[in-house]
């Protein structure tokens, strides 16, 4: 329930998103979709009757943001019958996961227009629980480019699916329509590939953007006020995204970042979104864990049929002979484990030199972007790979919610605790500041001032009558 989107909330530990430290006796008032005051002490305003929240000690933030999902893609990689069926579901059941995981601000690099678009009107009016999505619409890409994993639908499909996952456009003029029609579906950024060899076994060279088709990119984005970010995975895919002077990079090269780029790159206005934990792709422990986690709770975040084709997927890599004979990866793409588990020691030390050279990098974790990248879990295991590529568990949540919203561009709406911002705000038992896995513990969650998860009980509420700040 809403106690008439006016509430306050006490008793509570607060960290801010801009400042290091937790601010203890802090009172937070909310009143309609923003925050209206964060003061000291459990205070009382005269001849105002106010609903007031206890907290019970629990640590109050910002909501959490993703800046690379994919929330459209159903976890699942075989057309069947039941797939066909089961999307729906599974798309709204990725929304939910989210805000139950804290999640109130996404950032869409590549699905369906057509379903982000329900999507994100169903989240809008309340229909559905689900977190604020920032959308790219379809991917932009070149024919024989990556994602190479990825098919072009037939006309049946695509009318079913909403559109296409990824457009590909041989010319300029091609690139220019597909930005402008990417835009007019509510497109508020731009999302494009730039990688010149697959990851896939049995990949060879991939075809990228010539320059004149990228630079006509980058004009229509500019000229519509879009910003655009671009999908590395090579060092020559970033230095070629940065001549083209993209945004943000999504992933990371798998090669050495030099010290002379990792400084030109700080120098801009840039940001590399990493992905670490899609990128350790090659680590068995991981594996293992969402194994585990897909077998143990697998229904928290799956429908059934996606739930019985990421437990194949998981078997293609895990029971079966890997790599695969020849004739496996010529019939369905394979990525190759072992490219990811020599590189990614690689990944790391580029992420901490872009950072030791004083450059951006945002909170992102490829969720939907392939089987095993499941909403809420992979956002744990991404803030503890930033804390091993250098940053402090402080400097993490920072970039999760202040840093994050600062490249989205919305950072005077969303990323902090202060007066004036949109209430987006989470309540989790612990010390984040000290222990991230705090963060598994999300206890109540609010998106612009409405309870989304979390309700508390009225009846177990204490009414305050006059609330007056302390002087």
Not at 10 to 22: A, P
């Amino acid at each position: 329930m809403e106690f008439k989107n006016r509430y306050v909330l006490y008793n509570l530990q607060l960290f801010d998103g801009k400042t290091t430290d937790l601010k203890k006796n802090k009172t937070v008032l909310v009143e309609g979709m923003k925050i209206r005051a964060v003061e000291d002490g459990t205070a009382r305003r005269e001849n105002e009757t106010i609903r007031a929240i206890d907290l019970h000690g629990y640590t109050l933030m910002p909501g959490l943001i993703d800046l690379h999902v994919h929330i459209t893609v159903p976890f699942m990689d075989r057309v069947t019958a039941r797939a066909f069926f089961a999307i729906s579901n599974q798309i709204e059941r990725n929304a939910r996961v989210c805000i139950e995981a804290g999640i109130t601000t996404v950032r869409d690099v590549g699905g369906f227009p057509g379903r982000l678009s329900r999507l994100r009107t169903a989240i809008t009016t309340g229909d559905l629980p689900g977190p604020r999505i920032v959308m790219c619409n379809s991917a932009l890409t070149t024919p024989g480019g990556s994602p190479d994993w990825v098919p072009s639908f037939n006309p049946l499909i695509r009318s079913f699916l909403g559109g296409q996952y990824a457009l590909r456009a041989a010319t300029p003029s091609q690139a220019r329509e597909q930005v402008e029609e990417m835009i007019r579906l509510g497109a508020t950024w731009i999302k494009l590939y730039c990688q010149h060899h697959s990851v896939l076994l049995g990949g060879g060279t991939l075809s990228v953007f010539d320059q004149e088709t990228f630079h006509a990119i980058m004009e229509t984005a500019r000229r519509n006020h879009r910003k655009v970010c671009c999908h590395i995975t090579w060092l020559k895919d970033l230095a070629y995204a940065m001549s083209m002077g993209v945004d943000t990079f999504e992933h990371c090269p798998l090669e050495e970042i030099p010290g002379e780029t990792a400084a030109d790159f700080a120098s801009r206005s840039m940001a590399l979104i990493p992905t670490l934990t899609c990128l350790d792709l090659g680590n068995a422990v991981l594996l293992s864990m969402i194994e585990a986690t897909v077998s143990e709770q697998g229904r928290q975040y799956l429908e059934p049929e996606p739930l019985r084709q990421v437990k194949n997927f998981i078997s293609r890599y895990r029971t079966r002979p890997y790599p695969p004979e020849e004739t496996a990866y010529r019939r369905e793409p394979y990525f190759d484990l072992s490219l990811f588990k020599r590189c990614f020691p690689q990944v790391r030390e580029n992420v901490g030199r872009i950072l030791h050279s004083g450059g951006r990098v945002g909170v992102g974790t490829n969720s939907g972007g392939m089987p095993t990248a499941l909403f809420g879990v992979f956002y744990h295991e991404e803030l503890k790979r930033l804390v091993s590529c250098g940053l402090t568990p402080v400097q993490t949540l920072m970039a999760a919610t202040s840093g994050n919203a600062s490249i989205l561009g919305l950072d005077d709406a969303i990323g902090s605790v202060t007066a004036g911002k949109v209430a987006d705000l989470i309540a989790v038992e612990g010390n984040p500041l000290h222990d991230l896995n705090a963060l598994k513990h999300v206890r109540m969650v609010i998106k612009e001032g409405r309870f989304m998860s979390g309700e508390p009980e009225e009846k177990a509420q204490p009414v305050v009558t006059k609330w007056r700040r302390f002087r």
